[in-house]
């Protein structure tokens, strides 16, 4: 494979808010390398292989997400390193609350898959669920 370009990446990050968008932890293994590194914060241990990222995925975007929208908000390119930032909005379901999460994550290609994935996010509460409903008061 040739040179990475941002349309590859941008691609594959539609690939990536489609799965997460659509809660599927099988098409976010498609994106990954058989032995990618997932870092949901960065100073815990990794998620390590293909396997347990779809893993990962099932219990936390599945398990507890709900109505999720995503919007790639810039996205740079140096070699096979791409930073990309997003905004997320989602219910989460087992705290109860609807939040929106602003991220930047850091991707290490290899032959047109990530191999590397080390997020970095903040994300605040837009009010409590009442029967999905977010309640601010």
């Given at each position: 494979?040739?040179?990475?370009?941002?349309?590859?990446?941008?691609?594959?990050l539609?690939?990536?808010?489609?799965?997460?968008?659509?809660?599927?932890?099988?098409?976010?293994?498609?994106?990954?390398?058989?032995?990618?590194?997932?870092?949901?914060?960065?100073?815990?241990?990794?998620?390590?292989?293909?396997?347990?990222?779809?893993?990962?995925?099932?219990?936390?975007?599945?398990?507890?997400?709900?109505?999720?929208?995503?919007?790639?908000?810039?996205?740079?390119?140096?070699?096979?390193?791409?930073?990309?930032?997003?905004?997320?909005?989602?219910?989460?379901?087992?705290?109860?609350?609807?939040?929106?999460?602003?991220?930047?994550?850091?991707l290490?290609?290899?032959?047109?898959?990530?191999?590397?994935?080390?997020?970095?996010?903040?994300?605040?509460?837009?009010?409590?669920?009442?029967?999905?409903?977010?309640?601010?008061?």
């Amino acid at each position: 494979m040739g040179s990475l370009t941002r349309e590859d990446v941008r691609e594959t990050l539609k690939t990536y808010i489609r799965a997460w968008e659509g809660q599927d932890p099988d098409l976010i293994t498609t994106i990954f390398t058989q032995d990618a590194t997932y870092h949901e914060r960065v100073l815990d241990t990794p998620i390590r292989s293909r396997d347990a990222i779809r893993d990962y995925w099932q219990s936390k975007v599945v398990g507890s997400q709900a109505r999720i929208t995503v919007s790639l908000l810039s996205l740079y390119l140096d070699g096979d390193t791409a930073v990309a930032e997003w905004q997320a909005e989602f219910d989460d379901t087992r705290q109860g609350i609807r939040k929106r999460m602003i991220e930047i994550a850091v991707l290490k290609f290899q032959d047109g898959h990530i191999a590397s994935l080390r997020e970095y996010w903040a994300a605040e509460s837009l009010g409590e669920l009442n029967g999905g409903v977010v309640s601010t008061s």
